[in-house]
């Protein structure tokens, strides 16, 4: 299973930004980076995907590095609502049409008020 | 809105007393999915479906079974819960998307409770 790695946690004031950083050095050319977070309590929750580009949606931007080793989360402006686990991962081909994510252990984000 | 439902919330089951989760989309989505999330540990994926083809980890404990009846339902059955089952177990589906994206939509989860 391809790897990625993370620290456990993270703090970040209201309303500065946050960047979560990723190492993935072992990616293969078709993985996709997948980042999703969990709240407390409920179950996780997609926030974006990229495969070599940087991207922006709504929730967050991913920057990920030339050589795809690493990527970069990042919040613009973290609210108490961020507050979170993010995961990091690799999505893989699981055979007959869908993809499986392999869980990490992610970072525990904190948003101090 | 569309979503994922699983029921109940909170499940508490005796040792050794089979016990059944369910699981309901209203996403049309052709790929479902079961993980099992231990306190304070990532999900781990235990089985999913694309359609009707059942797709078992090879980690996964023969005590835990899946029935997909239709596009809508899967249920999770663990035949004879021990105490190391007690866990949050999470639904998800996802499908081809025009984005490329299989993002997974995941339900809010039942707490199972082995006494």
């Known amino acids: 299973d391809a790897k990625t790695t993370q620290p456990n946690s993270m703090e970040s004031n209201e309303e500065e930004p946050v960047h979560l950083p990723c190492n993935h050095s072992?990616?293969?050319?078709?993985?996709?980076i997948h980042w999703y977070r969990q709240l407390p309590s409920q179950g996780p929750e997609y926030v974006i995907h990229?495969?070599?580009s940087n991207v922006n949606n709504r929730m967050a931007s991913l920057a990920i590095a030339e050589d795809r080793k690493s990527s970069t989360l990042i919040l613009h402006r973290a609210t108490l609502r961020d507050a979170a686990v993010y995961y990091c991962i690799l999505r893989q081909y699981s055979g007959a049409g869908s993809y499986q994510l392999t869980f990490g252990k992610g970072t525990k984000l904190s948003v101090i008020p | 809105d569309a979503m994922v439902i699983q029921n109940p919330r909170y499940q508490v089951t005796q040792f050794g007393k089979p016990v059944t989760l369910s699981c309901s989309q209203t996403l049309n989505h052709n790929v479902m999915y079961w993980y099992q999330q231990k306190s304070s540990q990532a999900p781990k994926l235990l089985f999913h479906?694309?359609?009707?083809?059942?797709?078992n980890e090879a980690d996964t404990p023969d005590n835990f079974q899946s029935r997909r009846p239709n596009t809508s339902f899967c249920f999770l059955d663990i035949r004879s819960p021990g105490l190391g089952d007690a866990a949050m177990y999470l639904c998800?589906?996802?499908?081809?998307?025009?984005?490329?994206?299989?993002?997974?939509?995941f339900g809010p989860g039942t707490r199972l409770t082995v006494t």
């Open positions: 990229g495969l070599t």
């Open positions: 479906y694309y359609d009707k083809d059942f797709n």
């Open positions: 998800a589906t996802s499908t081809p998307s025009r984005s490329g994206s299989y993002e997974q939509y």
């Open positions: 072992t990616i293969s050319g078709t993985d996709y």
